[in-house]
């Protein structure tokens, strides 16, 4: 690992002091963050573009970008504080190279690997249908990667309850620009822009008006600040089986099974971890394996030849492309700041 340093830039002492102008003044520039490196080779076939899509919470998501070099950038709060890592793939190599800035960064690069899927076994998953089978065979660098960080994806699935994703990601936007900080990162880069998550505690101080205006009703707000009120035994299920954490996670009032599933199918990596609940999945699972539209028990009696990887196959399903026929036009957005 390499540490790049750069000198902060004095100001000349001559030089009158100025007067600030309030709501202008913005003080001393920070010193650049110094820059970690690591480059680690995966075990196998990898796309992280695949593998990372998953945290994306809507294109215009503050935490997570696509640069125009096709590196990904992503904003984080880990245990050791904010952190940014870029994450490429090195040309003509099978080796990843990353960067991380910030407090977080060290943080950041020892995860590498479990994020990337170093932890997942993608051959423990034996297709059983022809859909499954052509999905698995496109994708051979699909791994289920974990981030180790339960409130970073516990938030933004409580705000997906219940909305359409467009309204649940516009929230997570408006929330993070206005209350998130600054995500570390070099000048001119990606990372200009981006936000780091609030912590626990500027979670629990958002007043209940800036909910309204970010879209959120009261019940979600709710949920949020009774999880954020007990996050240090939240994050203590990124270590725990599947089974322990989801029970750990659904002792909040507000979280039930889709939204702990949601939340461990990211932070744990969990490949069994299925989004009981969900208004649009039975339907693509049913149509995908069985030619129709099912309900949770009818999609869950198709997953049962995949138990221990359910989850991995609700993701080739829907990396398949396979869709069912739409019978009803899409759910309106409601804008519940104007209620």
Known sequence: MSVELT??????PARPPRVPVPG?????????????????????PLDPALVLGVLRRGPGDPALRTAADGSLWRASRTPCGPGTLRVARRRGEDLVEASAWGPGAPWLLDALPSLLGADDDPAAFTPRHRVLLHAHRRHPGLRLGRTGLVLESLIPAVLEQKVTLS??????????????????????????????????????LIPSWE?????????????????????????????????????????VPGIGPWTAAETLQRSNGDPDAVSVGDLHLPGLVGHALAGARTDDAGMLELLAPYA?????ACRLVLLSGVRPPRRAPRAAPRDIARL
């Open 7 to 12: 000198d902060r830039p004095t100001a000349s």
């Open 24 to 44: 202008r003044e913005r003080g001393p520039a920070a010193p650049p963050a110094p820059e970690l490196t690591r480059a680690w080779r995966p075990p196998g």
């Open 167 to 204: 309204e649940a990601h516009r929230a997570w936007r408006l929330l993070l620009r206005r209350h998130g900080e600054p995500a570390p990162g070099p000048a001119g880069s990606p990372a200009e822009g981006m936000r780091v998550m609030p912590d626990a505690r500027t979670w629990a």
């Open 211 to 251: 909910w309204h205006r970010a879209g959120v009703d009261g019940k979600r707000s709710a949920t949020v600040l009774r999880a954020v009120r007990v996050a240090p035994r939240l994050e203590e299920a990124a270590g725990m089986d599947g089974a322990s954490a989801a029970d750990r996670l659904r002792l």
């Open 308 to 312: 221990g990887q359910r989850h991995r």
